[in-house]
């Protein structure tokens, strides 16, 4: 347990390590999420794990089943084209609002995020680049002016967790990773309405890119390149 988890109750705690085995793969859409399995990964109960998933479900995680419990939820290919264009406005407004909040202290975070990525990409390591690429969104929404567009963002990554393209196309990372230097640039520089479009033709990319490996002879694979 870290230092920073010691602040964290045992329902956050469970809730964090679920996000974290969604967002690296680790379970898959239509996986099962046993409070067993995470109560022995853990250490804790399972009455504060069942909190972590009531909580994991209101917002779009996690499905509760009759007779199969609670399993990792997916966006049907139809809701993607709505669930980019959102996160590019969400994305965009973040900047806007929290322009301010982009001191040396904020991109110094950023520009380790993008150190991160950089080598991740070398490797081809896809499920490090899923997580450093969500951490890089993170960064960009948490300000305090808002946190309203981080929470959405939050609910609309996990609706768009099942199509992790970085697995399946396999030159998004670079692009992805590309796209992140100019948005770091831009508000490096200060110009936040530069970022903020940047913001949005990103979003954009990652769907095109979607799309075009659903129209491919193995649209079954197709995965999320934001």
């Known amino acids: 347990m870290t230092q920073a988890s010691i602040y964290l109750s045992k329902a956050d705690l469970a809730r964090r390590h679920i996000e974290d085995l969604i967002i690296s793969r680790a ?22 794990i069942r909190e972590a998933i009531r909580s994991l479900a209101s917002e779009g995680w ?52 993008i150190d991160a990525a950089t080598l991740a990409v070398e490797a081809q390591d896809a499920v490090r680049y899923i997580q450093l690429n ?4 993170t960064l960009l929404n948490d300000t305090p002016h808002s946190q309203w567009c981080l929470r959405m963002l939050m609910n609309l990554s996990a609706l768009s967790s099942a199509h992790s393209g970085f697995k399946v196309i396999a030159g ?34 990652a769907y095109e890119a979607i799309t075009r490996e659903l129209q491919s002879d193995n649209p079954a694979q197709t995965k999320n390149a934001g």
């Open 134 to 137: 969500h951490e890089f969104h």
């Open 27 to 48: 379970v898959k859409p239509g996986d099962r999420i046993t409070t067993r399995e995470i109560s022995e990964a853990l250490g804790i109960s399972e009455t504060p």
């Open 172 to 205: 998004r990372m670079a692009d992805s990773l590309a796209e992140h230097k100019s948005i770091r640039d831009a508000l490096k520089a200060g110009e936040f309405e530069s970022a903020a479009a940047l913001v949005r033709l990103h979003e954009n990319a």
């Open 62 to 113: 996690l499905e509760v089943q009759m007779h199969v419990g609670a399993v990792v939820a997916s966006a049907g290919r139809e809701q993607l084209r709505e669930i980019y264009a959102l996160r590019a406005m969400i994305g965009s407004l973040a900047i806007e609002l929290g322009a301010s909040s982009y001191d040396a202290r904020r991109m110094a975070q950023i520009d380790a995020n």
